[in-house]
T-cell receptor, first 112, second 121 residues
Framework: RKEVEQDPGPFNVPEGATVAFNCTYS??????FFWYRQDCRKEPKLLMS???SGNEDGRFTAQLNRASQYISLLIRDSKLSDSATYLC?????????????FGGGTRLMVKP | GAVVSQHPSRVICKSGTSVKIECRSL??????MFWYRQFPKQSLMLMAT?????????EQGVEKDKFLINHASLTLSTLTVTSAHPEDSSFYIC?????????????????FGPGTRLTVL
């Protein structure tokens, strides 16, 4: 079983739609959680951190359920520019201390 | 702030040659740098963690003698792919984690370089 699992998609949605991505992680000792965005052939960029209380940044809302080891990202009013791959990322302890473990990514395509 | 550069951005080489990739933190000092590899349509996989002045810690399955990492200063880490083979063709991305005094609210955040696309013929 992968440490961080995501539905690879693609999710094809029209502009203005609301879309939700889910992610599960296997290590219950994981300490912090993030959503990153990666455009084609580019490096990942931090979209937002995810907190237990849930947090919102503009059109983006992230939720964390530690009991279920489940993370979600909701995007409202999708824009064409939201088309990208969204990576669920978990920070935990690795061989050399804190390390990020990346999910396989969920691809979003927003169409006009 | 928090800019990480990588050089080269793209490299094509013949099988058997060695390729060096540089990762620099431009406006902060990085206590730790990470090297990732991403194959097409797959996610980033951590290869190794390097701390300035000490040996890198490699993830399981990553050959330390093939992927040489040197972290000689707080702003530079290098990855050398020795005797490259076509199966080493991949997107190599580094990231850097800042010392707390530089970004108090981002101590654990990793800042990613733009990546190096390696093609081995």
């Amino acid at each position: 079983r992968k440490e961080v699992e995501q539905d690879p998609g693609p999710f094809n949605v029209p502009e203005g739609a609301t879309v939700a991505f889910n992610c599960t992680y296997s290590n219950s000792a994981s300490q912090s959680f993030f959503w990153y965005r990666q455009d084609c052939r580019k490096e990942p960029k931090l979209l937002m951190s995810v907190y237990s209380s849930g947090n919102e940044d503009g059109r983006f809302t992230a939720q964390l359920n530690r009991a279920s080891q489940y993370i979600s990202l909701l995007i409202r009013d999708s824009k064409l520019s939201d088309s990208a791959t969204y990576l669920c990322v978990v920070n935990g302890l690795g061989r050399a201390g804190n390390m990020l473990t990346f999910g396989g990514g969920t691809r979003l395509m927003v169409k006009p | 702030g928090a800019v990480v550069s990588q050089h080269p951005s793209r490299v094509i080489c013949k099988s058997g040659t060695s390729v060096k990739i540089e990762c620099r933190s431009l406006d902060f000092q990085a206590t730790t740098m990470f090297w990732y590899r991403q194959f097409p349509k797959q996610s980033l996989m951590l290869m190794a963690t390097s701390n300035e002045g000490s040996k890198a810690t490699y993830e399981q399955g990553v050959e330390k003698d093939k992927f040489l990492i040197n972290h000689a200063s707080l702003t530079l880490s290098t990855l050398t792919v020795t005797s490259a083979h076509p199966e080493d063709s991949s997107f190599y991305i580094c990231s850097a984690r800042a010392e707390e005094r530089f970004f108090a609210n981002s101590y654990n955040e990793q800042f990613f370089g733009p990546g190096t696309r390696l093609t081995v013929l």
